[in-house]
């Protein structure tokens, strides 16, 4: 299993956007970053010419940039969240705990340990690595998603600074109003900049000091971060790296090239980690376009009920639930085993051609109608999806192969006979 490719492929399929280098196209329903690396003589070079996010992939983006004037740019200053501060990181993480790269991370987890992270665990998870406080050094209150999202001042240097879509804000006039950062080349060897994937970089940035508002000018003399990658893609990689428990790889392979993901720690957070490249071992798959699985071709049905016709429909992700699940049912499991699923839109919904799977992609194909607010219980067919009472994963597929809900339940929660787990 290539762990660090499914949460890139998740995160690519969610809100991610793909990066691409300078000259090839992009495709504008789900959105690129082009990238170019090769500075002139001028000193109003782009790193990222031109980004597009589609509408549809816009709001953790927009509730990340909501945290980046909550810090103190000199990191040797003491610093105090205010209750609206608090507020903004708890909307970041609620977006972000039940996406496509969360979910990944969060299964991979489940199996490696056999523990279940739910939606509020891994959210606690996800705030004590990024958002905990802690003093290292001139450091007085340093956070992980500063340093490594946000970027500091260590005496004339950048400090951190791993995230591409704080760059792209620093270098464009649509965040601050002004061109705050002076692109100075880059590092890559001429492999790496075959990649688009990953930068890295020498820049100058005129960084504001929110408390003051001045700016100071500050220096990196190399500076790497992943491309085109949401916040969530970003923070779930480095969860993943970070959490010994799962020992995740040191190495990571992204479409083709290998990365050291470099982690820096203080005990139970994140001081930062970046990716460093070491190579192409795969040039098949450099530069390949977004890796989905092959949508299931089904023909729009109607079943009809009380003279109502409830047709097939693409729906939100979410909006039809796994929440609860007889796992090991008493006696024997085959034919045995149910799945609760709750219906939360407002609407009656036709769930013909979606399917309940199992961690290897085995399972049963539905038919059935779910009223507005309802619920159905499905039992699974003997010799199909395989509910393993040591712990596993339970995903929901759409019709067209989409994933829309996935949970993860434990070897303790499924040992006692005829217990429904709740998720």
Request: aromatic share 10%.
């Amino acid at each position: 299993m290539n762990i660090y490719q499914e949460i890139w492929d998740a995160d690519q399929a969610g809100n991610g956007i793909q990066p691409i280098l300078k000259g090839t196209n992009g495709d504008e329903n789900t959105g690129y970053v082009v990238i170019n690396e090769q500075r002139g003589d001028n000193n109003t070079h782009k790193l990222f010419p031109k980004v597009v996010i589609p509408k549809h992939k816009e709001e953790t983006y927009k509730l990340c940039r909501k945290l980046f004037n909550n810090y103190r740019l000199n990191r040797s200053q003491y610093e105090r969240s205010s209750l609206a501060e608090t507020q903004e990181i708890h909307e970041l993480l609620e977006a972000i705990v039940d996406t496509k790269p969360m979910k990944v991370v969060r299964n991979y987890l489940t199996g490696q340990t056999g523990e279940a992270y739910t939606s509020s665990r891994w959210y606690n998870i996800l705030k004590e690595i990024y958002f905990t406080t802690f003093r290292l050094g001139s450091g007085a209150t340093l956070t992980g998603f500063e340093h490594l999202v946000v970027g500091e001042q260590k005496y004339d240097k950048v400090s951190g600074y791993h995230f591409w879509y704080k760059y792209f804000l620093d270098d464009s006039y649509d965040y601050l109003y002004s061109d705050d950062i002076q692109y100075l080349g880059t590092k890559s060897s001429r492999a790496d900049l075959q990649v688009p994937e990953t930068s890295t970089i020498a820049f100058k940035w005129d960084a504001i000091d929110y408390d003051t508002g001045r700016k100071e000018s500050l220096y990196k003399s190399a500076g790497g971060f992943f491309n085109g990658c949401s916040i969530e893609g970003l923070l779930a990689i480095g969860a993943l790296r970070f959490d010994y428990k799962a020992r995740a790889p040191k190495e990571a392979v992204i479409n083709g090239a290998k990365y050291n993901l470099v982690l820096y720690r203080n005990n139970r957070q994140m001081i930062t980690y970046y990716p460093d490249f070491i190579g192409i071992v795969d040039r098949s798959q450099i530069g390949k376009t977004i890796r989905t699985k092959p949508k299931r071709v089904v023909k729009k049905t109607t079943t009809k009920k009380k003279n109502t016709v409830v047709e097939v429909q693409k729906l939100p992700e979410l909006s039809v639930r796994i929440i609860a699940g007889l796992i090991n049912p008493i006696g024997t499991d085959k034919g045995n085993e149910t799945i609760t699923l709750l219906n939360t839109n407002p609407t009656s919904v036709n769930l013909k051609g979606w399917r309940i799977e199992d961690k290897k992609g085995r399972g049963n194909t539905l038919d059935v109608i779910i009223p507005a607010g309802g619920t159905t219980v499905i039992k699974l067919e003997s010799g199909s999806t395989s509910l393993r009472n040591t712990g596993g994963v339970i995903n929901l597929e759409d019709h067209e192969g989409v994933l829309m809900d996935t949970v993860s339940y434990s070897r303790n929660q499924a040992s006692e006979e005829g217990w429904t787990i709740v998720f």
